[in-house]
T-cell receptor, first 116, second 112 residues
Framework: KAGVTQTPRYLIKTRGQQVTLSCSPISGHRSVSWYQQTPGQGLQFLFEYFSETQRNKGNFPGRFSGRQFSNSRSEMNVSTLELGDSALYLC???????????????FGPGTRLTVL | AQKVTQAQTEISVVEKEDVTLDCVYETRDTTYYLFWYKQPPSGELVFLIRRNSFDEQNEISGRYSWNFQKSTSSFNFTITASQVVDSAVYFCALSEASKLTFGKGITLSVRP
Protein backbone atom coordinates (compact mmCIF):
# COMPACT_ATOMS: atom_id res chain seq x y z
CA LYS A 1 0.00 0.00 0.00
CA ALA A 2 1.43 3.37 -0.99
CA GLY A 3 2.12 5.81 1.82
CA VAL A 4 1.25 9.46 2.09
CA THR A 5 2.76 11.43 -0.75
CA GLN A 6 3.48 15.13 -0.79
CA THR A 7 4.47 17.35 -3.67
CA PRO A 8 6.67 19.14 -4.22
CA ARG A 9 9.35 17.97 -1.82
CA TYR A 10 11.28 21.21 -1.94
CA LEU A 11 10.19 24.72 -2.78
CA ILE A 12 11.87 28.10 -2.79
CA LYS A 13 9.75 31.24 -2.88
CA THR A 14 10.22 34.91 -2.18
CA ARG A 15 8.40 37.08 0.30
CA GLY A 16 4.96 38.16 -0.83
CA GLN A 17 4.41 35.21 -3.13
CA GLN A 18 1.85 32.52 -2.53
CA VAL A 19 2.35 28.76 -2.55
CA THR A 20 0.23 25.63 -2.84
CA LEU A 21 1.30 22.29 -1.41
CA SER A 22 -0.33 18.99 -2.24
CA CYS A 23 -0.95 15.84 -0.24
CA SER A 24 -2.30 12.47 -1.33
CA PRO A 25 -3.38 10.32 1.62
CA ILE A 26 -3.09 6.57 1.97
CA SER A 27 -5.80 4.88 -0.04
CA GLY A 28 -8.97 4.61 2.03
CA HIS A 29 -7.96 7.31 4.49
CA ARG A 30 -10.46 10.14 4.66
CA SER A 31 -8.86 12.40 7.24
CA VAL A 32 -5.96 14.64 6.27
CA SER A 33 -4.11 16.89 8.68
CA TRP A 34 -1.39 19.44 8.09
CA TYR A 35 1.43 20.40 10.43
CA GLN A 36 4.19 22.98 10.30
CA GLN A 37 7.59 22.09 11.73
CA THR A 38 10.18 24.74 12.54
CA PRO A 39 13.27 24.59 14.77
CA GLY A 40 11.85 27.23 17.08
CA GLN A 41 8.21 26.25 17.41
CA GLY A 42 8.45 22.53 16.77
CA LEU A 43 5.51 20.69 15.29
CA GLN A 44 2.33 22.73 15.18
CA PHE A 45 -1.08 21.72 13.96
CA LEU A 46 -2.47 23.74 11.06
CA PHE A 47 -5.81 22.12 10.21
CA GLU A 48 -7.60 18.88 9.54
CA TYR A 49 -10.02 17.92 6.81
CA PHE A 50 -12.48 15.08 6.71
CA SER A 51 -14.90 14.43 3.86
CA GLU A 52 -14.02 17.78 2.27
CA THR A 53 -14.84 19.72 5.45
CA GLN A 54 -12.41 21.46 7.74
CA ARG A 55 -13.06 19.95 11.16
CA ASN A 56 -10.31 21.43 13.24
CA LYS A 57 -8.00 24.39 12.95
CA GLY A 58 -4.86 25.47 14.75
CA ASN A 59 -3.72 28.97 15.68
CA PHE A 60 -2.41 30.20 12.38
CA PRO A 61 -3.30 33.40 10.53
CA GLY A 62 -5.81 33.41 7.72
CA ARG A 63 -2.97 33.41 5.18
CA PHE A 64 -2.88 29.67 5.74
CA SER A 65 -5.77 27.85 4.15
CA GLY A 66 -6.56 24.42 2.85
CA ARG A 67 -9.07 22.28 1.12
CA GLN A 68 -9.85 18.67 0.48
CA PHE A 69 -11.19 17.09 -2.65
CA SER A 70 -13.71 14.28 -3.08
CA ASN A 71 -10.88 11.77 -3.53
CA SER A 72 -9.48 12.87 -0.13
CA ARG A 73 -6.47 14.56 -1.67
CA SER A 74 -5.72 17.82 0.08
CA GLU A 75 -3.98 21.07 -0.69
CA MET A 76 -2.79 23.81 1.56
CA ASN A 77 -2.14 27.34 0.44
CA VAL A 78 -0.10 30.08 2.01
CA SER A 79 -0.60 33.56 0.65
CA THR A 80 1.68 36.57 1.05
CA LEU A 81 4.61 34.52 2.23
CA GLU A 82 6.78 35.77 5.07
CA LEU A 83 10.31 34.75 6.00
CA GLY A 84 8.91 33.00 9.09
CA ASP A 85 6.88 30.66 6.92
CA SER A 86 10.05 28.78 6.04
CA ALA A 87 9.42 25.34 7.46
CA LEU A 88 8.84 21.69 6.81
CA TYR A 89 5.15 21.18 6.09
CA LEU A 90 3.94 17.72 6.95
CA CYS A 91 0.74 16.09 5.87
CA UNK A 92 -0.77 13.15 7.75
CA UNK A 93 -3.66 10.87 6.93
CA UNK A 94 -5.75 8.58 9.08
CA UNK A 95 -8.68 6.26 8.51
CA UNK A 96 -11.14 8.32 10.52
CA UNK A 97 -11.61 9.92 13.86
CA UNK A 98 -14.88 10.07 15.69
CA UNK A 99 -15.01 12.15 18.81
CA UNK A 100 -12.36 10.83 21.11
CA UNK A 101 -11.92 7.58 19.27
CA UNK A 102 -8.73 8.08 17.36
CA UNK A 103 -6.72 6.35 14.70
CA UNK A 104 -3.03 6.89 14.32
CA UNK A 105 -1.88 9.42 11.78
CA UNK A 106 0.57 8.40 9.08
CA PHE A 107 2.85 11.14 7.86
CA GLY A 108 4.24 11.98 4.48
CA PRO A 109 7.85 13.00 3.82
CA GLY A 110 6.98 16.69 3.96
CA THR A 111 7.52 19.70 1.76
CA ARG A 112 10.43 21.88 2.74
CA LEU A 113 9.54 25.47 1.98
CA THR A 114 12.18 28.15 1.98
CA VAL A 115 11.10 31.78 1.78
CA LEU A 116 13.77 34.26 0.69
CA ALA B 1 -5.12 23.45 26.95
CA GLN B 2 -3.24 20.30 26.21
CA LYS B 3 0.48 20.17 26.74
CA VAL B 4 3.25 17.66 26.19
CA THR B 5 6.61 18.09 27.86
CA GLN B 6 9.73 16.28 26.81
CA ALA B 7 12.24 17.68 29.27
CA GLN B 8 15.23 15.91 27.73
CA THR B 9 16.36 17.67 24.55
CA GLU B 10 19.38 15.61 23.57
CA ILE B 11 20.60 12.21 24.70
CA SER B 12 23.80 10.51 23.59
CA VAL B 13 24.49 6.87 24.34
CA VAL B 14 26.89 4.20 23.21
CA GLU B 15 25.51 1.31 21.21
CA LYS B 16 23.95 -1.48 23.29
CA GLU B 17 23.09 0.86 26.15
CA ASP B 18 19.48 1.09 27.28
CA VAL B 19 17.90 4.52 27.06
CA THR B 20 14.61 5.94 28.36
CA LEU B 21 12.88 8.90 26.78
CA ASP B 22 10.54 10.76 29.11
CA CYS B 23 7.16 12.25 28.28
CA VAL B 24 4.80 14.11 30.60
CA TYR B 25 1.43 15.35 29.43
CA GLU B 26 -1.38 17.59 30.61
CA THR B 27 -5.00 17.28 29.61
CA ARG B 28 -8.45 17.78 31.07
CA ASP B 29 -9.97 15.12 28.86
CA THR B 30 -10.86 11.82 30.48
CA THR B 31 -10.44 9.98 27.19
CA TYR B 32 -7.36 10.69 25.19
CA TYR B 33 -4.67 9.04 23.14
CA LEU B 34 -0.91 9.21 23.44
CA PHE B 35 1.56 8.53 20.67
CA TRP B 36 5.25 8.20 20.02
CA TYR B 37 6.74 9.05 16.65
CA LYS B 38 10.29 8.75 15.35
CA GLN B 39 11.75 11.26 12.91
CA PRO B 40 14.96 10.03 11.25
CA PRO B 41 17.20 12.45 9.32
CA SER B 42 15.08 11.89 6.21
CA GLY B 43 12.35 13.94 7.91
CA GLU B 44 9.36 11.63 7.71
CA LEU B 45 7.57 10.99 10.99
CA VAL B 46 7.25 7.28 11.67
CA PHE B 47 4.45 6.06 13.91
CA LEU B 48 5.65 3.86 16.77
CA ILE B 49 2.77 3.38 19.18
CA ARG B 50 -0.67 4.58 20.21
CA ARG B 51 -2.06 4.16 23.70
CA ASN B 52 -5.49 5.16 24.94
CA SER B 53 -6.13 6.56 28.39
CA PHE B 54 -8.00 3.48 29.57
CA ASP B 55 -5.20 1.07 28.83
CA GLU B 56 -2.37 1.35 31.33
CA GLN B 57 -0.76 -1.91 30.37
CA ASN B 58 2.87 -1.58 29.47
CA GLU B 59 3.74 -2.65 25.97
CA ILE B 60 6.82 -4.28 24.54
CA SER B 61 7.67 -4.54 20.88
CA GLY B 62 11.07 -6.05 20.26
CA ARG B 63 13.65 -3.69 21.74
CA TYR B 64 11.02 -1.02 22.39
CA SER B 65 8.88 -0.75 25.48
CA TRP B 66 6.47 1.84 26.77
CA ASN B 67 5.45 2.65 30.34
CA PHE B 68 2.16 4.52 30.71
CA GLN B 69 1.35 5.83 34.18
CA LYS B 70 -1.83 7.82 34.43
CA SER B 71 -1.17 8.74 38.05
CA THR B 72 1.92 10.72 37.05
CA SER B 73 0.68 11.66 33.56
CA SER B 74 3.71 10.06 32.00
CA PHE B 75 4.24 7.91 28.93
CA ASN B 76 7.90 6.94 28.82
CA PHE B 77 9.66 5.07 26.04
CA THR B 78 12.60 2.74 26.57
CA ILE B 79 14.92 1.37 23.92
CA THR B 80 16.83 -1.68 25.05
CA ALA B 81 20.26 -2.44 23.60
CA SER B 82 20.26 0.67 21.45
CA GLN B 83 21.61 0.59 17.91
CA VAL B 84 23.04 3.26 15.64
CA VAL B 85 19.88 3.06 13.51
CA ASP B 86 17.90 4.29 16.52
CA SER B 87 19.49 7.71 16.11
CA ALA B 88 16.63 10.09 15.40
CA VAL B 89 14.36 12.68 16.96
CA TYR B 90 11.57 11.13 19.02
CA PHE B 91 8.29 12.90 19.60
CA CYS B 92 5.60 12.21 22.14
CA ALA B 93 2.14 13.46 21.19
CA LEU B 94 -1.32 13.80 22.72
CA SER B 95 -4.58 13.79 20.80
CA GLU B 96 -7.25 16.41 21.14
CA ALA B 97 -10.13 15.52 18.82
CA SER B 98 -8.43 15.32 15.44
CA LYS B 99 -5.41 17.37 16.45
CA LEU B 100 -2.10 16.11 17.76
CA THR B 101 -0.16 18.20 20.25
CA PHE B 102 3.51 17.32 20.08
CA GLY B 103 6.33 17.71 22.55
CA LYS B 104 9.49 19.47 21.42
CA GLY B 105 11.19 16.18 20.67
CA ILE B 106 14.28 14.40 21.98
CA THR B 107 17.32 14.01 19.76
CA LEU B 108 18.84 10.60 20.39
CA SER B 109 22.36 9.91 19.17
CA VAL B 110 23.63 6.36 19.39
CA ARG B 111 27.39 6.12 18.94
CA PRO B 112 29.04 2.95 17.70
Amino acid sequence: KAGVTQTPRYLIKTRGQQVTLSCSPISGHRSVSWYQQTPGQGLQFLFEYFSETQRNKGNFPGRFSGRQFSNSRSEMNVSTLELGDSALYLCASSLWSRGNSYNEQFFGPGTRLTVL
Amino acid sequence: AQKVTQAQTEISVVEKEDVTLDCVYETRDTTYYLFWYKQPPSGELVFLIRRNSFDEQNEISGRYSWNFQKSTSSFNFTITASQVVDSAVYFCALSEASKLTFGKGITLSVRP
